[in-house]
């Protein structure tokens, strides 16, 4: 049973527009959620998080948005570029442990 | 460079081998997890250490054993490997507590025959 889903396995975007990646989660007491981007052959890497205590955070081109009710978190980016190509994955924890579960992750073109 | 170190790159194995993947950190990082990453499935949790002399099962430890004797190494161990092992493995660490974020690895592709 996945507990954090990424609907869609892919997306393409044209350069300098904006790139949304949604992720879903059925578990309520997951309270910590994060992205991470991966590029071929390497190690994830981590882009932003969120606390369930907000609905929003912002880091440069970066905002995830976090909807408690709906059970459901996103990643916007804006504008995007073409080195944002990647597969992104977004995870989610309960404060009170340290494990992440992940989604299946959705692979992101930009195209120039 | 600090940072997380694996090792093989990749491995060709045959089924029924014992293999195990190399972990080694540089940060003092208290936790340390396992993860094997699938297409359709992201990234699954197999074990997790959260201080040396610890360890935890994750999701899908099946087939598998770690042990972390010190601070740096986590080695994960497949005692006879079988084709649905057939994956791409990270290593991972955090400083320990809940909400620190978790570095990863290059990863180890691992095939078996």
């Known amino acids: 049973d996945q507990q954090v889903k990424q609907n869609s396995p892919s997306l393409s975007v044209q350069e300098g527009r904006i790139s949304i990646l949604n992720c879903d989660y059925t578990?309520?007491?997951?309270?910590?959620f994060l992205w991470y981007k991966k590029y071929p052959a390497e190690g994830p890497t981590f882009l932003i998080s969120?606390?369930?205590?907000?609905d929003k955070n912002e880091d440069g081109r970066f905002t995830v948005f976090l909807n408690k009710s709906a059970k459901h978190l996103s990643l916007h980016i804006v504008p995007s570029q073409p080195g944002d190509s990647a597969v992104y994955f977004c995870?989610?924890?309960?404060?009170?442990?340290?494990?992440?579960?992940f989604g299946q992750g959705t692979e992101l073109s930009v195209k120039p | 460079i600090a940072g997380i170190t694996q090792a093989p790159t990749s491995q060709i194995l045959a089924a029924g081998r014992r293999m195990t993947l190399r972990c080694t950190q540089d940060?003092?990082?208290?936790?340390m997890y396992w993860y094997r990453q699938d297409l359709g499935l992201g990234l699954r949790l197999i074990h997790y250490?959260?201080?040396?002399?610890?360890?935890g099962k994750g999701e899908v430890p099946d087939g598998y054993s770690v042990s972390r004797a010190n601070t740096d190494d986590f080695p994960l161990t497949l005692a006879s490997a079988v084709p649905s092992q057939t994956s791409v493995y990270f290593c991972?660490?955090?400083?320990?507590?809940?909400?620190?974020?978790?570095?990863f690895g290059p990863g180890t592709r691992l095939t078996v025959l």
């Open positions: 578990n309520s007491m997951f309270d910590y």
């Open positions: 969120i606390s369930s205590i907000k």
């Open positions: 250490s959260n201080t040396a002399g610890t360890t």
């Open positions: 940060m003092r990082h208290n936790a």
């Open positions: 995870a989610a924890s309960g404060s009170r442990g340290r494990k992440l579960i």
């Open positions: 991972a660490s955090a400083r320990g507590q809940a909400t620190d974020t978790q570095y």
